[in-house]
């Protein structure tokens, strides 16, 4: 297992360095058209579209194609939006909701998805568009630290909800996640401590196989911006009983980057 996380992150990093490579070259040659035409005070209008593709560049998140402008949620997201949105204080009910707290608004059962999105220059695609029936593969796990505690998740959906009382939400990119239940035991027989807790920084942790969080718990919550997740995560699963998951963090060989800009 250790063997196959180590050729797995090797790959990985190989393919962040060439990917980083490409988009380097491209914003030095962005860089370059700048400066020439540019003058000490203004821009040309070129000058300017390029400036903001760069910003689009330095941002954590980038949607991508849209999968449906209007897509029906489904009922285990929409009740975790509803959760999402009244943490704080009560803003929105279900339509058909007998008694719904004063000043709020029916919650839209509706949203925008989205086949992918870029996080740190990674693309992340939900479950729910991936092709095929093997739960190991695809680029939808993630790890999110939340109260000082890791967790690891599968995306099942990447979307924008436009609540029409909620301030920013036709803008804010949002994603469903079913999260992996944290196992106490270790791929390791007779082995009680495992090894690569001597490796914190890899984070590499052990999940019950195929087993997830009750979402009614919301604990972590399974509904959350996608800003806010923190890296995507590598996961392979070990054949002894019981039979695990096992994940590594991918934040160590990101290619998130930031330019700036001087004129």
């Given at each position: 297992t250790g063997g196959r996380l180590e050729v797995s992150m090797v790959r990985e990093f190989q393919r962040s360095s060439g990917l980083d490579g490409v988009v380097s070259n491209h914003c030095a040659a962005t860089l370059m058209h700048i400066h020439l035409v540019a003058d000490e005070?203004?821009?040309?209008?070129?000058?300017?579209?390029?400036?903001?593709?760069?910003?689009?560049?330095?941002?954590?998140?980038?949607?991508?194609?849209?999968?449906?402008?209007?897509?029906?949620?489904?009922?285990w997201i929409r009740y975790g939006l509803e959760h999402f949105y009244n943490k704080d204080s009560p803003?929105?009910?279900f339509l058909l909701a007998a008694n719904p707290a004063p000043n709020t608004e029916p919650l839209r059962d509706h949203a925008r998805t989205y086949e992918w999105a870029l996080l740190d220059g990674r693309r992340i695609t939900p479950t729910s568009r991936l092709q095929g029936n093997n739960p190991d593969l695809g680029s939808s796990?993630?790890?999110?630290?939340?109260?000082?505690?890791?967790?690891?998740?599968?995306i099942r959906s990447i979307?924008?909800?436009?609540?029409s009382n909620i301030d920013g939400a036709s803008e804010t990119i949002l994603v469903a996640v079913a999260w992996m239940r944290r196992s106490t035991?270790?791929?390791?027989?007779?082995q009680p401590v495992f090894i690569w807790d001597k490796f914190p920084e890899l984070g590499v942790e052990t999940w019950e196989y195929n087993q997830y969080v009750d979402p009614r718990s919301h604990d972590p919550p399974m509904i959350?911006?996608?800003?806010?997740?923190?890296?995507?995560?590598?996961?392979?699963?070990?054949?002894?009983?019981?039979k695990l998951w096992i994940t590594a963090t991918m934040d160590r060989v990101s290619i998130f980057f930031v330019i700036n800009i001087e004129i």
């Amino acid at each position: 297992t250790g063997g196959r996380l180590e050729v797995s992150m090797v790959r990985e990093f190989q393919r962040s360095s060439g990917l980083d490579g490409v988009v380097s070259n491209h914003c030095a040659a962005t860089l370059m058209h700048i400066h020439l035409v540019a003058d000490e005070k203004s821009l040309s209008r070129s000058g300017m579209r390029r400036c903001n593709q760069l910003d689009e560049v330095s941002s954590r998140v980038i949607p991508g194609n849209v999968a449906h402008n209007s897509e029906k949620l489904d009922d285990w997201i929409r009740y975790g939006l509803e959760h999402f949105y009244n943490k704080d204080s009560p803003r929105v009910h279900f339509l058909l909701a007998a008694n719904p707290a004063p000043n709020t608004e029916p919650l839209r059962d509706h949203a925008r998805t989205y086949e992918w999105a870029l996080l740190d220059g990674r693309r992340i695609t939900p479950t729910s568009r991936l092709q095929g029936n093997n739960p190991d593969l695809g680029s939808s796990i993630v790890q999110a630290r939340i109260n000082d505690t890791r967790h690891v998740g599968e995306i099942r959906s990447i979307f924008v909800h436009p609540q029409s009382n909620i301030d920013g939400a036709s803008e804010t990119i949002l994603v469903a996640v079913a999260w992996m239940r944290r196992s106490t035991h270790t791929p390791l027989e007779n082995q009680p401590v495992f090894i690569w807790d001597k490796f914190p920084e890899l984070g590499v942790e052990t999940w019950e196989y195929n087993q997830y969080v009750d979402p009614r718990s919301h604990d972590p919550p399974m509904i959350m911006r996608l800003a806010d997740v923190h890296c995507q995560v590598s996961r392979g699963r070990t054949e002894g009983t019981p039979k695990l998951w096992i994940t590594a963090t991918m934040d160590r060989v990101s290619i998130f980057f930031v330019i700036n800009i001087e004129i």
